[in-house]
């Protein structure tokens, strides 16, 4: 089969299909922003040029709670900070409109990455705290400071220019600040499709399984931090311009909780939501300040906020999808209707090419091996063909020391759960780690990997100590794991999670992501990613949401995924638990024909006769301590690990010893 | 001296209605790990409707305490109607949520009393000299309020076996419910509580500090970054800190400037959120997995 059909059937790649959406989107979107000043009342134009200006920052906050997972109550005051910044270099630095508009901007974020580099560090909701203190500082400091105009603010500069053309009324300035939505919106469009922005939702579904993959989590919350108060400073420039007169009603609260609403209706983590949402909140506003008057005689002041808190609360309660949400089930709707219509005739021709299909990408590429349990004629000759065994990084010679662990010591509180382990892993080969439950296993794996941080003890990976430092440290340097309780990156596909096993192997950062300049290197790993599967006889399932897998085969999925990584080093915590015996005997093959390319592996089990048959070495743990260590036949007749299996019975232990003898 | 001294009660006094409010936050965060940022508009909410029920003719005792009753009523309602709604309630949500519900009071505030600020009449009592230092009798309320229920609910929560199951219900909350609570009435008592403490903060200070519609938010988030002293679980430090706020803040006043006031407990709440994140009183937990 050619690899144009392979591309073809599997059809996520390219550029056209990639970008329809966004393209026809923004297309449609720009007909509309071009019509609206001609057909727009004046008080129609005036809430459009707001909810422009209004969905740059919410555009910002949509990249941060959907990418980082956080929320900023004070959207408002790097809002606040670049209008504030624009309108003083404007009006008492007379400096050039658009160097101003820079000034403003960088001003916002550098007050983001102030506040930012300490809070990120931190899960959960002190950035949202931080930020909302951060919001009533600004507002106070700008009514206080004599600077800034105290109460009534700073005026008195000019409109903006464009090619000598003043701009000075609602339609044009529509149109000045709709081309810097259009771009934002792209930009924030790829971010989210983009290595970080994929790196990012997969943080958010499971932080460890991310880091250990070699994901920067605080550096890039730091970054998308940065980069929503940039849009948000943006917004605040334009807001400037528009009112031509910045005071410290712009750093009140409640915009913030407007800014916050339009995300929150929009649906989380969704820009186009987020421009929507400013939209609608806008019209919203403008609707609630005429109506409520009307309903309530006397009513003055922010009596929109009525509209707001109930909006909210209902969004949260009853649509935590948010408007996007609403759109993609009946966009869904849609389309399985159309489905249904058209597949009846050729549905048969389909089915067909779908169990063609199938068994051709099963376990490819190992030489001399058949797959097993095959009972599909076809897979013999797929092993010719186009797919591979993911490729092996080896960066020391076979038998040289890889991993060098010594000392490692965990405590909790009086409680020793690793003691004083100390271990060498030689490249090349697969070392099995065995004991009872208890033992210290995944505590030595947690340690090794960066998860926990040791008492004491040094691990050494490639001769670089990397105990205590985040497991992105040590999975940029190639070493990788697979957990014993599942780490799924379950809001996306199958495909999408072994993609995020090639993170380390990519390069493009934000700024490209941003630019949309990764595309082939992303479709590239996508491409690996598939032969990955398609060895692990998962290439059917693709294209299935990785939660809806069955239990057995998220953990091929998972490491598929570890695979991706081309890793050095890989460590599997129990990963034949919950495998159908033709999965066990597929990834011992295939852990077999990973180390005789060169590949180090220690796997955590618990099926003693699995590792004894598979392991070159085997170290044993009991109680924390490292009882034995050697070659699997020393270790077996070893006492202390008869003992330590089986308690001081020692009929029962011989008993045990013959049926582990049985077995291999 | 005698100006310190005075700035000082009237800190104390201030702070005291920091520490109820930081009560009832760690009152609800502890059982249900929401941060409720509605809970200083309880206080508003207590302090407009007492004075409505005084101008509609209610002696000052009887009006306070269908406040107090009310906005009890109103936070467990806030509870039933909203917040149980949430399958998945995270932290996050919740500030989200109950920013939302906070929005509402307000606005629903702003439109039944007005946008002006009212005050309740003081309480009985006469004021006193001490030293150079008049106390107001108010002021002595307001401590002797933190005292009484602020007290009362510590010891509530730390003392008696509702109080304990209540904070396990949290943690634990299959535990909870073996030695029989279950989290959705923890977590209805734990509102009740902090809608009683609200109100009680609202009342006291009233005569005062005044109430207006959108006061709430401001005074929620002080008791809030009280509360973050104490870890947002130990009701000790956050009383604490919730004083030494208050005092801070009115030397601020005094000395430097009255608007610049407001501002220091942010200042403090960012400080301490980069030094020491888990609270003044806690060892900093450094668990990731």
Known sequence: MSYLNKAAMRSKTGFWPNNRGTILGVAAFAVIIAIIPFTASSSMMNIAVFSMIFALPAIGLSLLMGLAGQVSLGQAAFFAIGAYTHAILLQKFEMPGPVAAVGGVAAAMLAALLIGLPMLRLRGHYLALATLGLGF???IAVREWEFTGRT?????????????????????????????????????????????????????????????????????????????????????????????IVSPQVAEFHVSVELLLMVVLGGLGSVWGAVAGAFIVELLSEGLRDLIPAII????????????????????????????????????????????????????????????????????????????????????????????????????????????????????????????????????????????????????????????????????FLGEEIQGRKPHVGAEAGLTRTFQNLQVFSSTDVVGNVYMGRYRKGRAGILRGM????????????????????????????????????????????????????????????????????ERELLAQLLRALRDAGLTIVLVEHDVAQVMALADTVAVLDDGVLIAHGDPESVRNDPAVIVAYLGTDAEEAEAELKELEDQS | MIDFLQLTVAGLSQGSVYALLAVGLIATYTVRHVVNIAQGDYATLAGLGSISLVTAGLPLPVAILIALISVTLASVLIERLVIARVKNLTTLVSIILTLGVSTLLQAIMLLIWGAEAKRLPAFPGSDLTLGGVSIRSQELWMLGALV??????????????????????????????????????????????????????????????????????????????????????????????????????????????????????????????????????????????
């Open chain 2, 148 to 289: 009484v229920v602020g007290g009362g609910v510590l010891l509530f929560y730390e003392k008696t076996r509702w109080g304990k199951a209540l904070r396990a219900s949290a943690e634990q909350p299959v535990a909870a419910r073996i030695v029989g609570i279950s989290p959705a009435a923890a977590s209805v008592i734990a509102f009740a509580i902090a809608g009683f403490v609200g109100a009680t903060a609202g009342v006291v200070s009233s005569p005062i500090y005044l109430s207006i519609w959108s006061g709430g938010l401001l005074l929620g988030l002080k008791g809030f970054v009280a509360a973050v002293l104490g870890g947002l679980v130990s009701f000790r430090a956050a009383i604490v800190g919730a004083l030494l706020l208050g005092i801070i803040e009115s030397y601020v006043a005094g000395y430097v400037a009255s608007g610049w006031k407001d501002a220091v407990a942010f200042f403090i709440l960012i400080i301490v959120l980069i030094i020491r994140p888990a609270g003044l009183v806690l060892r900093p937990n450094a668990v990731r997995v």
């Open chain 1, 137 to 139: 500082i600004v507002m």
């Open chain 1, 515 to 582: 630019f949309g300049l990764q595309g082939r290197e992303q479709y590239a790993h996508e491409e690996i990613a598939h032969d990955i599967l398609d060895s692990m006889r998962l290439g059917d399932v693709a294209g299935l949401a990785a939660g809806d897998l069955p239990f057995g085969r998220q953990r091929m999925m998972e490491v598929c995924r570890a695979l991706a990584a081309e890793p050095a080093l890989l460590l599997l915590d129990e990963p034949m638990a919950g495998l159908s015996g033709s």
């Open chain 1, 152 to 244: 009534t603010g700073i005026y008195g500069y000019g409109r903006p220019e464009v090619f000598g053309i003043p701009i000075d009324n609602n339609g044009l300035f529509f149109w000045f600040v709709a081309p810097f939505v259009l771009i934002g919106l792209v930009l924030a469009l790829n971010l989210t499709r983009s290595r970080a922005g994929r790196a990012l939702s997969a943080v958010n579904d499971s932080e460890l399984a991310a880091e250990s993959l070699g994901v920067n989590t605080y550096a890039l919350r730091v970054k998308v931090f940065t980069l929503s108060a940039g849009f948000a400073g943006l917004g605040g420039v334009f807001y400037a311009y528009q009112v031509q």
């Open chain 1, 297 to 460: 005689p006397g009513a003055t002041g922010e009596v929109q906020l009525i509209g707001y808190g109930l909006v909210l609360i209902l969004v949260i309660i009853l649509l935590p999808g948010g408007l996007y949400q609403v759109v993609k089930s009946a966009w869904a709707a849609i389309t399985r209707r159309r489905a249904d219509a058209s597949a009846k005739p050729s549905s048969a021709a389909s089915v067909d090419g779908g169990s063609g299909e199938v068994p051709t990408r099963a376990f490819g590429g190992l030489p001399g091996e058949a797959p097993a349990g095959a009972g599909l004629d076809e897979a013999t000759d797929a092993a010719a063909s186009d797919a591979r065994i993911p490729t092996v990084s080896t960066p020391v010679a076979a038998g040289q020391p890889i991993l060098e662990v010594s000392g490692l010591t965990k405590r909790y509180g009086g409680v020793v759960a690793v003691d004083d382990v100390t271990l060498t892993v030689p490249a090349g080969q697969i070392m099995g780690l065995i004991g009872p439950n208890g033992a210290g296993k995944t505590t030595c794996f947690n340690m090794i990997t960066g998860a926990i941080a040791p008492t004491s003890g040094t691990v050494r």
